[in-house]
Structures are given as structure tokens and as C-alpha cells.
């Protein structure tokens, strides 16, 4: 049968152009630079680029554009490869390198003076700019443009040997300063950075730019489809300048697409980075942050990220996506995959005057629609905990409005007995601190008696057998839908309500085999996990990485 879903623009491309044999074998490649964490943009190219590369029967390269020391750490490195490896895909061949590069980049240079397409310049960062011209004003010849070779394989030199201080030249290409496009007027190919490189140490002080290494990386590598965003869609020309100015082993082309804007998220990594340094999070993967780790601890499946990448699909055309979708592709895979559980955030303690017996056992299924995923066995005590909002003494509300527990009521437990409220004890202040209730005999997965008729069903764990824990109720970490755009300061705009602790609330036995990564739907409550951080501490963390509805979509 054939596949008669639509193809993007890239796909017909990449189709069409092994049709035509212009290319015997796809190669991509994910590029980041390792200045920072991936976030939930970094994840629609990782899901193309891969996707692409599996789908036509290629392969993609994990490459790092590592051509700034001064921003980038061997950290961001290991943090972006296993966020890769989360996602689900498998790079070909070792991890690469600009930095490996770097021989042949400093060769290209001196290729590119001796053909008179490269000089030094000796112009300072202020005075370059003015030279530059702008927008609607041409730029101006550098005084140092004219340099024979001789003196620019010279100056070239002196900047590789430290000679230098940072800042004090630069080595340009000569293109041309009337260009309309800014990107073509003599754009800078290396600067002095007298910085250790966190994969060749101190070897070097000149470092390429990532204009002049990106293209030759593509084309040393033997890249087909070098597939970026539209804002790289400007340096196009001079990505392919490159390519006809030096002898490189392969001639790939440039294609753009637009990238990922999410409202209510800042994906900035200059942003991010402030958030994280001044302590607005607990780090690049604090559960609130939109990084790929972040989303990871939360509890995000991989496999609703790669669907949530896939619902919005590759386009030319920029516009911003509800967050409201990847939430919905969250939720979506959690109900379906992940197992049951109960646990109480506010407990108020019942107690059962005729309950018999120490302890009861009690069955459910891990999963209601999902009888493969087993049974699990909860103990059922005189004493139990509920949920403080599930109890009520008014009795004048309708079974409509509340259907939950009523003093002199009934309500069932969810797979276990129905129970009613007899009696409310209370401290010397007046609050409730305990029910008092009976149970309705031979109740266990069956109908109740005749006249009794419960309000509604609610969920329980046992008072002296269950999982003390910390539960943090998680949300969007900004409650603006653009907290970053025009002139607006994006930390005024940071959700008070993000994070919420819950100190001393009661899980179901069963969660003490709970292990990071496995997400659970706790009833009525939404969806939680393990926070990984805190896995090995003697009270447990769980996370709540998505609510059961989207208490968001009216607000929007």
C-alpha cells in the first residue's frame, strides 16, 4: 500500500533529489553548539534531521560546533549527546567535532590569503562596525584590505603564535562591502581568543568563526542536505561562497525551515542561562525549564515529544505554537501508557469502627483499558487517609455539586467498600482532624444494598501502610503567552504557581518500587513521577509532569 500521507517541502526534496541521482545516500547532520542545554526547539530539528536521515535510509552525524571557547563546556557535551540518546535516535559513527577540524580550517585560511580572498585587519570592534555600514548604507573598505599576501601570511601567523592581545585584529574574508546582504560584507573568518578549548586544550588562540566552519564542517563530512533555520536563511550566500572559494571534498546545499516559537516559553539561551545562574530554577533541568532534560525529569515521554515534533510538522513559514499541543501529546501518551496509582496530597484520617481484622488486601489493575500491565495488590487498614477536600459537613449541597464524601453520607473507596460518614472529630480550634465512619459489608466489587446510594467514588491509600513523600505540583513557568517579546522584561512575567511542595503527602505502597522515568497516574490528580534527582533520598520526590485537563485553555 502506498504511503499517501503528505510530504513536507524537505521530503519532496530530499526525494526528488535521489530520484534524480543527484545523491546516492542522505546525510544530515544535528549541529548544536555546546554552550548551553537543548530545549523543546533544539528537539524538532534533532526529530528532523534524525527523521529524515531514517526515513530515506541515511544517516545523521551528532556534531558539535564547538568554535567558541569562551561560552562552551564539556558538560553541554555529555547533557546534549544523552538528551539525543532520550529522544530515541542513534547518531552514525563517533560524535564529531569543529574542533577536529581545525588544522584543516587554519590550511583553508591560509588558501583563501594566498588567492587574495583573505587579509587581516587591524580595525577595532567599534571602528569595524562603523566600516560595516548598515542596512541601507554601504560599508566601507577596510584601510588593511589591500594587503599583499606576503603580509597577511605574516599578521596570519603572528595571530596563530599569540603574538596578539584579543581583539586587536582579526583575519576577514574579501568579498565585498557594498553587498545589500550584511552577511557578505567581509565577514570575519577568525578571531584571538587566548582561552583552553574543552577538547584541544590550550593547542590554539585562534578560533574560527561559526559562518567560516559550518559549511567545510558539512562539506568534510560529506553532508547532502544541510538543514537549518530561517534565520541562517541571510548567510546562505556566504555559506555557499565558501564552498566555491575552497577546495573542499564535497559541495552540500543549504535548506531552512522554521523553527520552534512556543508560547509561554522562553527558549533563549542567553535567558535560560540567567534563569539558571540566578537561581530562578533548580538548574538546565529543573522540571519548570523548557529543556529537553528539564522535560525529562518531569516525567515527559520521549516517544510524546517526537509525536508533539510530528503534530506540528517542518514549514517555511514562521508562526507560534500553543504549548497547549505539547501538553496535549503528553497527556495523550501517559493515558494510554502509564500504570495507576493513589496517592492522598491533603490526608485527613478516617477510621473505620467496624472494620475487622489487621489488614485487608485489596486488588486493582495497573492499568483500567490495559489488562497485560498486571494487577497490583493495595493493603486495606482500619485506619485510612482521604483527601481533606473530599469531605464535607455541609449537607445542603446537591450530589451534583459534590460527589464526595457528606457527613451521613456515603461514598465508595475506589476499589474497595463504600463507607459513610458518621462523625467529625475536631480540634480545639475547630478543624477537622479525623472522620469517623463505618463500612458497608460485602461492598468489594459489588452493587450496595438497597437504599443505599453512594455519592460518587474517591481515592484512598492506608494509614499505616503507604510511601511518605514529597509531591511537586508543577506548572507553566510563566503565565504570560509572550513573555519575551517586544520590550518586556521575561522574569516579571515568571508563574508564582510553577512550583507548589507538598511536604507530607501519602502514596499507595506500591510506589516504593517507583524507579525515575515511569510516569503514574495518580487518581484524580494527574500524572507524576519520580523526581531523578532525589531517587536515592529516604523521602521521595515525585513530580507532577502534566494535570489530568488543561486548566490553561481559558486563559489563552
Same mark, same amino acid.
Given at each position: ?222 553532508? @547532502?542536505?544541510?538543514?537549518?533555520? *530561517? +534565520? /541562517? %536563511?541571510?548567510?546562505?550566500? &556566504?555559506? =555557499? ?78 508562526? @507560534?505554537?500553543?504549548?497547549?499541543? *505539547? +501538553? /496535549? %501529546?503528553?497527556?495523550?501518551? &501517559?493515558? =494510554? ?85 458518621? +462523625? ?133
Amino acid at each position: 500500500m502506498s504511503d499517501t500521507k503528505p510530504q513536507n517541502f524537505l521530503q519532496q526534496i530530499l526525494r526528488q533529489d535521489l530520484a534524480d541521482k543527484k545523491h546516492t545516500k542522505i546525510v544530515t547532520r544535528f549541529p548544536p553548539e555546546p554552550n548551553g542545554y537543548l530545549h523543546i526547539g533544539h528537539a524538532k530539528s534533532i526529530c528532523l534531521n534524525f527523521g529524515l536521515a531514517q526515513e530515506f535510509g541515511g544517516e545523521c552525524n551528532l556534531r558539535f560546533d564547538d568554535t567558541n571557547p569562551g561560552k562552551e563546556d564539556q558538560e553541554y557535551v555529555d547533557a546534549i549527546a544523552e538528551d539525543v540518546r532520550w529522544l530515541g535516535f542513534t547518531w552514525a559513527g563517533d560524535i564529531k567535532y569543529a574542533s577536529s577540524y581545525f588544522e584543516r580550517f587554519y590550511e583553508w585560511a591560509i588558501y583563501l590569503i594566498n588567492a587574495g580572498d583573505a587579509y587581516v585587519c587591524h580595525l577595532s570592534p567599534d571602528e569595524a562596525r562603523a566600516y560595516r555600514g548598515s542596512l541601507k548604507e554601504p560599508g566601507k573598505d577596510s584601510p588593511h584590505r589591500n594587503r599583499s599576501v606576503e603580509e597577511n601570511l605574516r599578521e596570519f601567523e603572528k595571530m596563530r603564535a599569540g603574538e596578539y592581545d584579543e581583539g586587536a585584529c582579526v583575519l576577514r574574508a574579501k568579498i565585498d562591502m557594498a553587498s545589500p546582504n550584511i552577511n557578505m560584507r567581509d565577514p570575519i573568518l577568525y578571531r584571538i581568543r587566548k582561552l583552553a578549548h574543552h577538547q584541544t586544550g590550550d593547542k590554539w588562540c585562534i578560533y574560527p568563526t561559526y559562518d567560516f566552519a559550518h559549511g567545510q564542517e558539512d562539506a568534510i563530512e560529506g553532508i @547532502t542536505h544541510s538543514i537549518c533555520t *530561517l +534565520e /541562517f %536563511a541571510d548567510h546562505r550566500p &556566504l555559506y =555557499e561562497w565558501f564552498i566555491e572559494h575552497l577546495p573542499v571534498p564535497s559541495k552540500p546545499r543549504q535548506y531552512e525551515f522554521a523553527r520552534l516559537e512556543l508560547n509561554y516559553t522562553v527558549t533563549s539561551k542567553r535567558k535560560l542561562k540567567q534563569l539558571v545562574d540566578d537561581n530562578y530554577v533548580d538548574g538546565w533541568n529543573d522540571p519548570r525549564m523548557p529543556t529537553i532534560s528539564g522535560m525529562r525529569r518531569r516525567g515527559y515521554p520521549a516517544s510524546a515529544v517526537r509525536k508533539f515534533c510530528e503534530l506540528i510538522g517542518v514549514t517555511k513559514a514562521a508562526s @507560534t505554537v500553543d504549548v497547549g499541543m *505539547l +501538553e /496535549f %501529546a503528553v497527556r495523550d501518551e &501517559l493515558n =494510554e501508557s502509564a500504570p495507576r496509582a493513589m496517592c492522598v496530597l491533603n490526608p485527613l484520617k478516617v477510621v473505620l469502627s467496624n472494620f475487622e481484622g489487621e489488614t485487608q488486601t485489596m486488588t486493582q489493575p495497573v492499568h483500567p483499558n490495559n489488562a497485560d500491565m498486571g494487577e497490583r495488590q493495595l493493603p486495606f487498614t482500619k485506619e485510612l487517609f482521604i483527601e481533606r477536600d473530599d469531605f464535607t459537613e455541609d449537607t445542603s449541597l446537591s450530589r451534583k455539586k459534590f460527589k464526595r464524601l457528606v457527613l451521613g453520607e456515603w461514598v465508595r473507596l475506589r476499589g474497595a467498600y463504600i463507607i459513610k460518614a458518621d +462523625e467529625a472529630v475536631k480540634d480545639v480550634a475547630g478543624n477537622i482532624v479525623e472522620i469517623k465512619a463505618s463500612l458497608v459489608p460485602n461492598t468489594v466489587g459489588a452493587n450496595p444494598p438497597e437504599g443505599i446510594n453512594p455519592r460518587g467514588v474517591i481515592h484512598w491509600v492506608s494509614a499505616t501502610e503507604n510511601v511518605n513523600c514529597e509531591v511537586r505540583l508543577y506548572d507553566r513557568l510563566f503565565n504570560d503567552a509572550a513573555p519575551d517579546a517586544g520590550d518586556k522584561n521575561f522574569l516579571d512575567a515568571i508563574n508564582p504557581d510553577a512550583l507548589v511542595i507538598v511536604s507530607n503527602a501519602k502514596a499507595e505502597k506500591s510506589l516504593t518500587n517507583a524507579e525515575p522515568g515511569v510516569a503514574y497516574q495518580f487518581e484524580r490528580e494527574g500524572y507524576f513521577c519520580l523526581d531523578s534527582k532525589y531517587s536515592s533520598s529516604e523521602k521521595p520526590v515525585f513530580n507532577r509532569t502534566i494535570g489530568l485537563k488543561d486548566n490553561w485553555a481559558n486563559n489563552v
